[in-house]
């Protein structure tokens, strides 16, 4: 008995299924809208509310992809990943919904906050250096120990199948969207939400917002090769990672632009959508909006959907 | 040719008639829930998003209401009220979605950015001195000089009606709930909801959640009449006016409660909010919930509507 892992970028039908498979897990987060955002913007926006998935941020999906995706055989011997993110607790919480082990490599140094979130899902944590290459050394042990299956955070077809379930329902839940953006990162939502386009709303194009402090996808696009991200240095500490070899397939495909912003555009945004929409929405999150407030002249009047990546934010350490 | 000014408490019908006469106009706010708050309270809790609601607040629905009831000879003349608040703002744009002129009466002293909110919805503004009678002396005049017809905030059965709608809707959104829970602070929100919940689900018990340090409407109901608040003191600065004769008369035949928290249990509730659903609730809007997780042994396994019902909150000023 295999594993019904993709190893071909994701069809039409393997994100029908990934939608399939996680729909009685996840939330169908709301499409919110604002009059006075779309006057501000001087278009029609859209947000699709993953600030309000569980765990606070579309990874839950990817992550509940992947693992209900397992054999048998292999769910029994559970799941791992390093991150110090939104992916170790969404890994977390979709183990525990199948009631499998997950085994999260955390550095020393994360917060206590995190460490708690991770361990509050009944995952079991083990600690390294806080190096890249403690990191990876302590995950292969793990993996070699208990036979887990290493669920990478973005570098993954079952994961971007995953992510590629919100825009396919912002794509369900609006009228024809001339316009998705989301952040990038690591590329899983941005490459994910490009075929969801592709496949159920063809027409519409889809760009990112990228910190200009962590501008790695940019200057990928640009070259032509995976540039990696090197001392990144943001606010939206969601988007740090560099895009994996998978992901970056899609995007320089799929994608139309990768639009930079900095960290005060993207700090104004993000207070926006608080005072103007009620929610809370991470730095990262923030991002794309930003970008269409930046690139005003190419969204001018036009239907525009925004993937509000998440929510998880330190109450006590607002930016403003 | 008469308005139709609701003379008597709100029936079925005329509440009915006000949700047809609003419904083109308000938003129909989500309805959210979230795991970890039904584990913390201990009760399965539903969220009416009213924090969602245009001006960020339920008193758009009875604003539009008084305004969408006025003949068209009053509408002509149009509306005058005196508020520093929510009501203000709400009075203003429902104005100005008819078209007809707002006279607002403010308090000198008024934050500069909500006399900028109510300007910016087209409404004149009127300075007066901060005082209860200068206020009501410089409304007089107004409404003598001008012919507008003076909109209560809420001792008004348009005001009453409009605002059972919140009700009516979470109502309609969810299976039969135990209990609903508002914040009460002059009566609109909490004898509409009252209302709503006797016609469309008997069944259904209402509890307030009041604020100790502006606690009249629970002193109102244990001493059988109206206890004016005097020297109101807290956080929950939505909540600080006293019952209206129209309103205590609804609240005392009709809720079964009022519990009252400190102003520490409204930050513990709304920092709550904020942290595991991502959304903005001002201190007032977080009193219900407040109340919930006080009185567990009350509502301990009880499914439970809560009307969230504002989030207008200085982000630079957050009490955490």
Known sequence: MKNTLISTI????????????IRPYIHRTPVLTCESIN??????????????????????????????????????????????GNHAQAL??????????????????????????VKGYGAKVIFCK??????EKTLEKVVNDTGATFIHPYDDYRIIAGQATAAKELIEDTAQLDIIVTPVGG??????????????SSGTMVYAGEPMGADDAYRSLQEGKIVPSINPDTIADGLLTSLGEKTFEIIQREVQEIITVDDDEIIAAMKLLWERMKIVVEPSGAVPFAAVLKSRKLFSAKSVGIILSGGNVDLTKLPF
């Open 187 to 200: 590329g899983g939502l941005l490459s994910g939400t490009a075929l969801a386009a592709k496949y159920f």
């Open 130 to 135: 806080s190096s890249l290459d403690a990191r």
């Open 92 to 117: 977390a919480l979709a183990a525990k919904k199948k009631g499998i082990p997950a085994y999260i490599v955390m550095p020393e140094n994360a917060s206590g906050v995190k460490i708690e979130a």
């Open 39 to 84: 006057r501000i913007a001087g278009a029609t926006v859209f947000f699709k509310c993953e600030n309000f998935q569980k765990v606070g941020a579309f990874k839950f999906r990817g992550a509940s992809n992947a693992v209900f995706s397992l054999n048998d055989e292999a769910l029994i011997r559970g799941v791992a990943t390093h991150s110090s």
């Open 10 to 21: 994701p069809g039409k039908t393997a994100i029908e299924e990934a939608h399939e498979r």
